[in-house]
């Protein structure tokens, strides 16, 4: 097991109509907020107005930005700088999913910095400090509700890169699984592709004698597992969405990467896919994640056999242990099909005609993944093995 510190100092407030507490939480860092939010779906559950009364019920002023798509665009956070900027705002609030909580994140850090947001995406400068945010999150998918990363898209060139900072986990963030109930069953799938992703990114790794964190990513993987098809088929199962959402912020809290080193690959690969095609960030993870597992395995079948006999309950088969191994991989693809996702790049209408472009700008700055090291080529490979 690797050294490590393990701090997450996000309070997480959850349950149904903790929404109610938004106000009193935020007062706490400031009496001027940048409200921020995506494309709608507050004001149609109407969370929106629950928020603003929350808020003004506390003597708040707020301001606002809605209009966060998802894959979050550089030119909405330059907005969103400008007016914390003139109107020295002290906190933002994030209402809604991981695109909404990575915009947030953005602003604050560019609060601190007299040069270009983008500058921080491309390595040019460093984050140093970030605004207070707080969350109330709609959707259990990025887990960017605690993490200390942000994902943003630049449309001059259509990048999409990641940044992280200690400074830009929020100060809170509500979880009810009530305001879930509205989401649509492909947005539903979407997010629980993605909390399996960050589980498996921590999993896939070649640190030995991490049985501790082995196990609690296999509960979560499971837990998630066992859920889904219910979210799915019942949007308003409060047991299973609340299951949900508790797993989706411990795949990316980070607590399940504790002591050991993580790959990353396929969440790089992807994020060069819904960079370009704008797809859902989930819906890409469920192409490119088994691809990549088909290409690595052989790497350690041992651990690709103990995903599929702890995970997804495989009788290992001790004459032929490969076998067992593509029988793990072939399960999850299966499962990601059964939630509605595609598993293809041809179902999601994507062809090979940027699989070099991809791959180049994936790979610029330095290979790929750390359980195996991927290099231009390889990430071509794993596209064309996603077709
Ligand atoms: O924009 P609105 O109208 O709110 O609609 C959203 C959006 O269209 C809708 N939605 C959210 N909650 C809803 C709802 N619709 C009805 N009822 C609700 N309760 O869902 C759509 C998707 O929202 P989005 O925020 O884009 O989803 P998600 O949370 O999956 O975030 C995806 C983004 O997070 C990044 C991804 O790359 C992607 O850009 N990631 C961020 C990470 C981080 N910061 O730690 C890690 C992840 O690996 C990921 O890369
Ligand atoms: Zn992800």
């Given at each position: ?98 695109s909404v909580i990575d915009s ?113 990513c296999e509960a979560t993987l499971k837990t998630i ?163």
């Amino acid at each position: 097991m690797q050294n490590f510190i393990f701090q997450n100092a996000t309070k997480i407030i959850f349950g149904k109509e903790t929404e109610l507490q938004v106000g009193q939480e935020t007062v706490a860092f400031g009496k001027k907020v940048l409200l921020h939010y995506g494309g709608g779906s507050i004001k149609e559950s109407g969370l929106y107005d629950t928020v603003v009364e929350s808020l003004t019920k506390q003597g708040i002023e707020i301001f606002e930005l809605g209009g966060v798509k998802p894959n979050p665009r550089v030119s909405l956070v330059r907005e969103g700088v400008t007016i914390c900027k003139e109107n020295q705002i002290d906190f933002i609030l994030a209402v809604g999913g991981g695109s909404v909580i990575d915009s947030a994140k953005a602003i604050a850090a560019a609060v601190y910095y007299d040069g270009d947001v983008w500058d921080f995406f491309e390595g040019k400068a460093n984050v140093t400090d970030c605004l207070p945010i707080g969350v109330v999150l709609t959707i259990p998918a990025a887990g960017s509700e605690t993490s200390g990363g942000t994902v943003i898209t630049n449309e001059d060139g259509w990048y999409k890169r990641a940044v992280g900072h200690e400074s830009m986990r929020p100060k809170f963030a509500i979880l009810n699984p009530v305001l879930t109930y509205t989401l649509p069953s492909y947005q539903t799938a979407c997010g629980i592709t993605d909390m399996i992703a960050h589980i498996l990114e921590r999993y896939f790794t070649n640190e030995k004698n991490v049985e501790l964190t082995d196990r609690l990513c296999e509960a979560t993987l499971k837990t998630i597992i066992n859920n889904a098809h219910t979210v799915i088929e019942e949007p308003t199962n409060y047991a299973a969405r609340a299951e949900i959402m508790w797993a989706g912020t411990l795949a990316h809290n980070d607590l399940l990467s504790t002591g050991r080193i993580g790959d990353w690959a396929s969440h790089d690969i992807e994020h060069e896919v819904s960079g370009i095609y704008d797809i859902a960030h989930g819906a890409g993870l469920a192409i490119i994640f088994p691809a990549w597992m088909k290409y690595v395995y052989k790497h350690d079948v041992n651990r690709f056999i103990q995903f599929a006999n702890r995970v997804w309950d495989i009788e290992i088969d001790l004459n032929n242990l490969e076998k067992t191994a593509l029988a793990g991989i072939k399960k999850m693809e299966q499962f990601f099909s059964s939630i509605g996702m595609p598993i293809t790049l041809s179902e999601a209408n994507i062809g090979e005609e940027h699989f070099e472009e991809m791959a180049k700008k994936g790979t610029e700055r330095w290979p790929l993944g750390n359980f195996v090291k991927l290099h231009q080529s390889d990430v071509v490979n794993i596209y064309k093995l996603a077709k």
